[in-house]
Antibody, heavy 120, light 110 residues
Framework: QLQLQESGPGLVKPSETLSLTCTAS??????????WDWIRQPPGKGLEWIGS???????FYNPSLKSRVTISVDTSKNQFSLKLSSVTAADAAVYYCARRHSSHRYFDLWGRGTLVTVSS | QTVVTQEPSFSVSPGGTVTLTCGLN?????????PSWFQQTPGQAPRTLIYSTSTRSSGVPDRFSGSILGNKAALTIAGAQADDESDYYCVLYMGGGISVFGGGTKLTVL
């Protein structure tokens, strides 16, 4: 049974780049059946889709974040990563990695989430 | 800009039935948007309830059902129980690899 686990710094300074990695265990990211996504949730607020990467490296981004986001996949390490540049306090959130079914377009597996705080 | 709309809050009596909806600020929701629904309790990751409009995810009781009602996607919870008290989110697939979440509905069972 595949599991996803987010990792990365829990504290990022304003204007710097947030970097997170999601490691898939018990399965492979090299599959045509799924996309690999990042989703975030500011404290007390709703969910926001950030973007997605396919095993081939193709990416899709939320238009409102596109200028600051880079998502990549490393099939050799069975990981995919998120970089969000020029962060502000508004980027503080729990960041989830998730698996999205390529045919049914839904998120069927989630990581537990990691809290990122933005502060100097 | 696409906005997915949900009722901010809803309440239901124990044993009662409630229908939550998921709409668009412009246009109608259809099966082409692959609407899916998630349940989230505080401090937990979301749990998938319904995908592709009306398919229940594995292990989800049949008290939960999804449909298209009018111009919106809908999640109906029948026989509401205390542990159904959660936040519920819908998400729509907009095409081009892009998904958009609704703002969520806080369901109270009382």
């Amino acid at each position: 049974q595949l599991q996803l686990q987010e990792s990365g710094p829990g504290l990022v300074k304003p204007s710097e780049t947030l970097s997170l990695t999601c490691t898939a265990s018990g399965g492979s990211v090299s599959t045509t059946s799924y996309y690999w996504d990042w989703i975030r949730q500011p404290p007390g607020k709703g969910l926001e889709w950030i973007g997605s990467v396919y095993y081939s490296g193709s990416t899709f981004y939320n238009p409102s974040l596109k200028s600051r986001v880079t998502i990549s996949v490393d099939t050799s390490k069975n990981q995919f990563s998120l970089k969000l540049s020029s962060v502000t306090a508004a980027d503080a959130a729990v960041y989830y990695c998730a698996r999205r079914h390529s045919s049914h377009r839904y998120f069927d597996l989630w990581g537990r989430g990691t809290l990122v705080t933005v502060s100097s | 800009q696409t906005v997915v709309t949900q009722e901010p809050s809803f309440s239901v009596s124990p044993g009662g039935t409630v229908t939550l909806t998921c709409g668009l600020n412009s246009g109608s929701v259809s099966t082409n948007y692959y609407p899916s629904w998630f349940q989230q309790t505080p401090g937990q990751a979301p749990r998938t309830l319904i995908y592709s409009t009306s398919t229940r995810s594995s292990g989800v009781p049949d008290r939960f059902s999804g449909s298209i009602l009018g111009n919106k996607a809908a999640l109906t919870i029948a026989g509401a129980q205390a542990d159904d008290e959660s936040d519920y989110y819908c998400v729509l697939y907009m095409g081009g690899g892009i998904s958009v979440f609704g703002g969520g509905t806080k369901l109270t069972v009382l």
